[in-house]
């Protein structure tokens, strides 16, 4: 099968968007699949990697044209609009992956258009339609099937060898949807009764400094490490070390693919329950109310208060993460594809 991809960011930018463009397209071709990929990042004189398909960055129209006539298949990693005009005319079977919500009304909260938003949810009716969870699936207007986004297993992976001595983590940018000043409220509550666990805090972000002065003003500092941005074998380990990530999110996230980061390495998951994060936690962890400070403190409560059952959310990881690998993810993809490709009458 011939497949392009469109992924609007891709390397060397680094987000989550691009690490699923990246793992899936390696995987399709690892199954001997031909893939193309389309993107609007542009190389900034950087060695350019040794990816096993082609990377045509910000084509022009003609060139654009030419792929899409080339592909059997056109597969959009969300929706682009700068991407999408050759697959309407030559009528060449798209497929579009969800990855957030789309603005579905059509004006913004200032009154102004939102053409582009309204745009994508009328050429969702043309295209086969992909969502990362059950909760976008709901958002869009039409039919779509649910295939949760991948981890990657050979960076997030349990190690026997560490030691599980301490107690929170938060992995993620400190911006205010996020909600760690939920979390370090919770400390405080959990404070008055008694718990006073170890949070770290991993990441960085504009938040930092007001945070660091919250944990003051709170007197938890004693209880919270700001550690910056970790990765490579130094995250994995530092997430082995720990008994439960909390993602205290106050915006409603489209999946959770650091949910399963944690549950790969041995984290028992305690997370707000709107949007897709309960889809990405599944039987391995507890979930409370977006914003509920009560909620949260309870769910961390009853968990730090009895951590033999810990062991119990951990047993249901390794059933829970089979279905999240690139390898299945990427076979689900192709089936898709492939049912597609013979419903379009190609073979």
């Known amino acids: 099968m011939k497949i392009l991809i469109s992924s609007h960011a891709f390397y060397p930018s680094i987000g989550g968007l691009e690490s699923v463009s990246l793992m899936l397209a390696d995987e399709f071709c690892q199954q001997g699949h031909e893939v193309k990929l389309v993107t609007q990042t542009p190389m900034e004189n950087l060695d350019n990697p040794n990816f096993p398909f082609q990377v045509i960055r910000q084509p022009n129209p003609a060139r654009l044209w030419q792929l899409v006539r080339w592909c059997d298949l056109f597969w959009h990693n969300n929706i682009s609009l700068q991407t999408a005009y050759p697959s309407i005319a030559i009528r060449k079977p ?17 009154r102004h258009l939102n053409w582009q938003g309204h745009s994508k949810m009328l050429l969702t009716r043309l295209a086969k339609n992909i969502s990362i969870s059950q909760s976008i699936a709901n958002h869009i207007p039409t039919r779509s099937v649910v295939i949760g986004n991948p981890f990657d297993r050979d960076r997030f992976f349990l190690m026997p060898e560490i030691a599980r001595h301490q107690e929170l983590v938060f992995l993620g940018r400190l911006v205010f949807e996020k909600g760690v ?132 959310y951990r047993d249901k990881a390794e059933s829970h993460l089979v279905g999240y690998t690139k390898q299945a993810v990427a076979k689900a993809y192709l089936q898709i594809f492939q049912d597609y490709l013979q419903e379009c009458g190609h073979e």
């Open 94 to 110: 798209w497929v579009i992956t969800h990855q957030t919500w789309i603005p579905d009304e059509i004006f913004d909260r200032n």
């Open 181 to 312: 000043d939920l979390l370090l409220e919770a400390l405080r509550s959990l404070q008055q009764i008694g718990l006073t666990p170890r949070l770290t805090i991993i990441g960085t972000g504009p938040e930092q400094n007001k945070l660091q002065k919250l944990s003051i003003d709170l007197k938890i500092n004693h209880q919270v490490s700001f550690v910056g941005v970790k990765t490579g074998k130094e995250l994995t380990e530092l997430l082995n070390a720990h008994q439960i990530m909390v993602i205290p999110s106050r915006w409603q996230e489209p999946f959770g693919v650091v949910a399963l980061e944690g549950i790969a390495c041995g984290c028992v998951v305690v997370s707000s329950d709107r949007g897709g994060l309960k889809d990405a936690v599944g039987d391995c962890g507890v979930t409370f109310p977006n914003g509920d400070l009560a909620g949260l403190t309870a769910r961390l409560a009853e968990l730090l208060s009895d951590l033999d059952r810990l062991a119990t």
